[in-house]
């Protein structure tokens, strides 16, 4: 990748008045924070330093970008008042589906949590162990535990319903409301490319919240800030067509993921990738894709959502999906400028390069999942059957 990381941390120059070519945004935001946080967390946290009259900053990315470190308040919610609140905050309206495709196995969901320790006096959390953290999230940590039941390894993302309730994510959500989407979402899905939700506990007597999920050993494909030259063709090509695969099937079941990215492809020990992260992802109805709220990751955001109006979520995907797709070829971003609306300009403008020794399937795959236009952008069923993606595999199933 290139020389700066997505996991430094920087600084928000102050505000200048200046010419925006493509989105009203009157705030400039380091690199880093174009690599490794969402559009939504490096405006919130410019807003609210803004307020206070101080610079913004963000902590370290580690897992998946952090939330800003201040968070905004709506109404007061009170450690002990949000501490029984759980997936019934949200009501109805995001209340799980408990409908269960055949072979499919239900996460299980626990209504009461026991702090203990081991004989060697090391945490456990019900029956898991705690072995060490992973890292940080958007509203939470992940840690590795052992569970006493099978031996097996699990990452557990430990939330604060507290600070979830007070968090505004847009004028009529909180950050709960994220959460517990992404836990109605990911209990409906079983895929092989997809990181597996087991178990949701829940206790109304406790201010946390915990999501158990499949621990996927390899990490992500770009450990660290990634290699100056990308992974290679035939790595990529295998990670594409698992990606493919479960992009396919999110869409078929009515899911946007949102923030496909190298970070939220995690390689498990067979060499595959499963997406992870889905914070931001959406279910829509009725064929309907439609959506307005502001994408994921600024490098990886399609031209269509720069412009601040509605776009398909489908395609946007398949934007994504080309961005990471070139990270991994060429170890390098397809459009980034120095600050949020630089890049959002080019974006937008800026053609596509593409090397000259480029292989000429390759380039015609990149060319056409970067296509600026949304309607002749690739479709996913188009990528499962390019000429590059099946050579030596066949069409993506």
């Given at each position: 990748m290139e020389s700066d990381c997505a996991g430094c941390c920087g600084l928000f120059p102050k505000r200048k008045k200046e010419s925006k070519p493509v989105l009203h945004i009157d705030k400039h935001y380091s690199k880093e924070h174009l690599l490794g946080f969402t559009v939504e967390e490096v405006e919130k946290a410019a807003q609210t330093a803004s307020k206070k009259g101080v610079k913004a900053t963000l902590p370290i990315h580690q897992y998946r970008p952090p939330y800003c470190n201040t968070p905004i308040p709506s109404t007061d919610v009170s450690r002990s008042s949000a501490s029984q609140l759980g997936s019934s905050y949200i009501g109805a309206q995001y209340e799980t589906s408990n409908e269960i495709r055949p072979g499919q196995r239900p996460a299980k969901v626990?209504?009461?949590?026991?702090?203990?320790?081991?004989?060697?006096?090391?945490?456990?959390?019900?029956?898991?162990?705690?072995?060490?953290?992973?890292?940080?999230?958007?509203?939470?940590?992940?840690?590795?535990?052992?569970?006493?039941?099978?031996?097996?390894?699990?990452?557990?993302?430990?939330?604060?319903?507290?600070?979830?309730?007070k968090l505004r994510v847009s004028p009529s959500e909180t950050?709960?409301?994220?959460?517990?989407?992404?836990?109605?979402?990911?209990?409906?899905?079983?895929?092989?490319?997809?990181?597996?939700?087991?178990?949701?506990?829940?206790?109304?007597?406790?201010?946390?919240?915990y999501m158990v999920l499949e621990y996927v050993e390899g990490g992500w494909i770009f450990e660290g800030c990634g290699p100056s030259g990308g992974i290679g063709e035939a790595n990529a090509r295998v990670y594409c067509r698992d990606v493919v695969a479960g992009l396919m099937y999110l869409h078929k079941n009515n899911i946007i993921h949102g923030d496909i990215k190298p970070e939220n492809l995690l390689v498990s020990a067979d060499g595959h990738i499963k997406i992870c992260d889905f914070g931001v992802s959406r279910k829509f109805e009725d064929g309907n894709d439609e959506l307005r709220r502001s994408p994921g990751t600024p490098v990886y955001t399609a031209p269509e959502c720069c412009l601040g109006l509605t776009y398909h979520g489908k395609a946007a995907d398949v934007w994504a999906l080309g961005c990471t797709l070139y990270c991994m070829v060429l170890g390098s971003y397809p459009f980034k400028g120095d600050n949020l609306q630089s890049t959002y300009d080019k974006i937008v403008n800026d053609s596509l390069y593409i090397p000259d020794h480029m292989e000429p399937d390759l380039a015609d795959l990149l060319t056409g999942l970067l296509c600026k236009d949304a309607c002749k952008r690739l479709t996913l069923e188009a990528v499962a059957n390019h000429l590059w993606v099946v050579r030596g595999y066949g069409p993506v199933q």
């Open positions: 626990t209504h009461r949590v026991v702090r203990s320790e081991d004989a060697q006096g090391n945490k456990m959390i019900n029956e898991y162990v705690r072995v060490r953290k992973i890292g940080i999230g958007s509203y939470g940590k992940v840690v590795l535990h052992r569970s006493l039941e099978d031996g097996m390894f699990y990452a557990l993302k430990i939330f604060h319903k507290s600070r979830l309730c950050a709960m409301m994220d959460v517990l989407r992404e836990v109605m979402i990911m209990k409906q899905l079983d895929h092989p490319n997809i990181v597996k939700l087991i178990e949701v506990i829940d206790d109304p007597e406790s201010d946390n919240y």
